[in-house]
């Protein structure tokens, strides 16, 4: 069992009921997994601290961005909150050490982590404001969450990918994007598209997807990657 006690410690956290810190590191996995362990997963404590979180990151991107529109906000909060962001946030804060998952979920990588560690991130959140209130949860995002806002804007990262990539070209090539799909495989209710992203006649990447919409914003991502854009 990890020392729960020490990670309190490091994220700079006097809990009241420690209790609430070990579920909000316990995954559903580790449940079903240990029939004897008599704690709680942390999936309420997520709903709870997505919320908190929410408010926090707009209240704070309200008064730091005064005269930016609703629309601008939304997109930079989106790029702050998500998945990716967040599970950086708790990767840098060691939380992989202090999660108690199933033997199968701890062997789960790239995407499927992100979601583990960005949904205990909110986790941990929920069980701060339950602990010692509002202010102590919005100081923990604060600390972790807030400083990515410079890097968000400047990466545009606030933007999906088709939209950073068409942008990025019309401005160094003068030329707006088309996606070609070049291949449609499997059944209706379970197809593949392969989509091409051309700029002129020269094709730029290829990216794959459940739907166009998906293999679109995938092959713009990897002509920001190949193009290094």
């Known amino acids: 069992m990890p020392d729960f006690s020490s990670f309190a410690q490091k994220i700079g956290i006097s809990f009241s009921n420690p209790d609430l810190l070990v579920e909000a590191l316990t995954h559903r996995s580790y449940l079903n997994e240990h029939r004897e362990y008599t704690g709680s997963h942390n999936e309420r404590l997520e709903f709870l ?11 704070f991107l309200f008064k730091k961005f005064p005269q930016k529109p609703e629309g601008e906000l939304t997109a930079y909060r989106a790029a702050l909150v998500n998945t990716v962001s967040l599970a950086s946030s708790a990767q840098a804060l060691g939380i992989n ?3 108690l998952l199933s033997k199968g979920e701890a062997k789960d990588t790239g995407r499927a982590r992100d979601v583990i560690l960005a949904d205990t991130f909110e ?13 102590n949860a919005e100081a923990f995002i604060a600390k972790n ?9 400047a990466n545009r990262s606030y933007q999906d990918a088709k ?11 003068g030329i707006t994007p088309i996606y070609e799909t070049l291949s449609e495989i499997g059944p209706d209710h379970d197809k593949r598209f392969t ?3 051309f700029i002129g006649s020269e094709e730029i990447a290829r990216g794959e997807g459940k739907s166009k919409q998906e293999a679109e914003q995938s ?3 990897a002509g920001l990657d190949k193009t290094g854009w």
């Open 49 to 59: 601290g997505d919320a908190v979180l929410e408010l926090a990151a707009t209240d």
């Open 97 to 99: 050490d202090y999660l």
């Open 123 to 135: 986790a941990i959140i929920g069980a701060i404001y339950l602990d010692s209130g509002y202010a």
């Open 145 to 153: 969450l807030y400083g990515k806002i410079d890097e968000v804007i």
């Open 163 to 173: 939209s950073r990539f068409q942008e990025i070209a019309q401005e160094k090539r």
């Open 195 to 197: 989509v091409g992203v």
């Open 219 to 221: 092959a713009a991502q």
